[in-house]
């Protein structure tokens, strides 16, 4: 049985592990995640950003925010981070109950005695400014991403608009839909009724934009 597929649920006494209590609370919906999606019921998985940021924010740019909270995450004690073989791995200080038999992890535990302080995601000891940089760098990272995906949304070019009077009622009668300039009632009130439509129309998007200015300026902060 994979240990992905145990159904774990979080309880109110694993909010109050210390672990999550102590974590920024920008980096609980990834501890969240990391219960639940991205390990296994034994609360391990690889270190990949990039496939954390897939099981937990999907079809969003997270990897540079999961640098930044596994780094907070291992500072408040929720999780370690050790290697194996040359892979790096992290595993849950307090990983969800779960029935577990039959459920095999694919990783093997934390060694014992692995340094409470925290890591360069290379392995190496870092100094507090240097985890400061690192999530700088995580951060413009992300930044960079956002503004690339801004960029392209901008590069687009829109679809043309449907022309209005494509959608208006006939010129004319049933006799003459298109009109016609000797005098004919019917085609008259065919024309009053079509021009109304377009004025009505019209006015419909002028008040649908002044609307839209009216939100936004609303929700400026003073």
């Not at 290379?122 to 507090?128: K, L, P």
Request: one cysteine or more; charged letters at 30%.
């Amino acid at each position: 049985m994979s240990t992905r597929s145990v159904q774990r649920r979080i309880s109110a006494a694993d909010l109050d592990f210390v672990g999550y209590l102590r974590a920024p609370h920008e980096a609980k919906p990834t501890a969240i995640g990391l219960w639940t999606k991205a390990t296994d019921v034994a609360g391990r998985c690889l270190l990949v950003p990039e496939l954390i940021a897939a099981a937990i924010y999907p079809g969003e740019a997270a990897t540079g925010l999961v640098v930044r909270h596994v780094l907070m995450l291992e500072e408040s004690g929720f999780l370690v981070r050790y290697d194996h073989e040359g892979d790096e791995l992290v595993a849950l200080l307090h990983p969800l109950r779960a029935d577990k038999r039959g459920a095999v992890s694919d990783y093997p535990p934390p060694p014992r005695g692995i340094p409470r302080n925290p890591v360069a995601m290379e392995g190496e000891r870092v100094s507090a400014r240097e985890r400061a940089e690192a999530r700088v760098r995580a951060e413009q990272a992300e930044r960079e991403g956002e503004w690339a995906a801004w960029r392209e949304r901008g590069e687009r070019s829109a679809p043309p608009r449907r022309p209005l009077l494509l959608d208006a009622p006939p010129i004319g009668c049933t006799d003459h839909p298109n009109g016609r300039r000797a005098d004919c009632g019917p085609c008259g009130t065919a024309r009053r009724q079509h021009d109304r439509w377009v004025a009505q129309q019209r006015y419909t998007e002028q008040l649908t934009r002044w609307e839209e200015e009216s939100d936004a300026d609303d929700a400026k902060p003073w």
